[in-house]
């Protein structure tokens, strides 16, 4: 059972739904206010729990927690009655990562909205290690990372992608 916190404010609604997961370092309390606003802008909002938050653990379990979500996907979507066509993928951070996972995945979502997280996990993983001096990832390890890294999909994007970062934002809406 994946614990979560939803909020769907009745006064004019969407059919869609946003999932959103929150970054490494917040909460799902400190995503209450923007899914506040974004429900009254007439969407059912959902924020799941993420596994093995902890800050104190981030190299051991950052990785982990990201597959893990992805893996759980079908189960949470089950569990919270969406249809996937009618629900976009928001994550910040590395809810971000989360969200790219997911929709890379399966682009039968209405779309995904990541701000500050990465769809490219290798790149992301090595650029992690190099700035931790960390030995770079074994054959194993790339592997895994591999079946999950959203840049190894071969997915034909239908459906609104937002990514916010920064100086280079990206968009694309077909």
């Known amino acids: 059972m994946i ?9 004019y609604s969407s059919k869609e739904t946003i999932m959103m997961f929150h970054g490494w370092g917040s909460t799902i309390d400190s995503q209450i206010q923007l899914g506040n606003q ?12 993420i596994k093995y938050f902890d800050q ?31 629900t976009i993928l928001l994550g910040s951070s590395m809810g971000g990562f989360i969200a790219s996972g997911m929709f890379f995945s399966n682009t039968n979502y209405a779309g995904l909205i990541n701000i ?13 290690r190099k700035k931790d001096r960390r030995v770079p990832l ?12 959203p840049k190894f999909k071969n997915s034909s994007i239908r459906n609104p992608i937002l990514f916010l970062h920064g100086e280079l934002d990206f968009s694309y809406s077909n």
Do not use: A
Not at 3 to 11: C, D, L, V, Y
Not at 64 to 86: H, M, P, S
Not at 116 to 128: E, R
Not at 141 to 146: A, D, P, Q, S
């Open 3 to 11: 614990n979560f916190f939803e909020i769907n404010q009745i006064k």
């Open 56 to 86: 104190k653990v981030l190299q051991t379990y950052f990785w982990k927690t990201i597959f893990e979500t992805i893996e759980e996907e079908d189960e949470l979507i089950d569990q919270l009655n969406l249809q996937k066509e009618n």
């Open 116 to 128: 500050n997280g990465s769809s490219s996990y290798i790149y992301s993983q090595k650029d992690f």
């Open 38 to 49: 974004l429900s009254e802008l007439g969407f059912k909002v959902v924020i799941p729990e």
């Open 138 to 149: 074994n054959d194993k390890e790339l592997e895994t990372f591999v079946k999950y890294d």
